[in-house]
């Protein structure tokens, strides 16, 4: 609880815009209106534990926004 609250809080701004590509994404590719109860609700849960997941990834390898530039310097 605690360790994904302060990876999130350490990696606002990627998580952030991971969050919207991935509501982007959903909104594209699901009828939400016509979506039963149980898969939105499974839709929702992945989409929780990805961005959980990416933000602890990032966090356990010290990467952030700032530390990513020289990954595509040319």
Do not use: K, M
């Amino acid at each position: 609880g605690g360790c994904i609250l302060a990876a999130i809080n350490r990696n606002q701004l990627p998580v952030f815009l991971l969050a919207n590509v991935l509501t982007g994404a959903v909104n594209f590719c699901v009828a939400t209106h016509e979506t039963p109860t149980s898969r939105a609700l499974l839709i929702l849960v992945l989409y929780t534990l990805t961005l959980c997941a990416v933000a602890v990834g990032l966090d356990l390898t010290n990467a952030s926004p700032l530390s990513l530039g020289p990954l595509f310097s040319w």
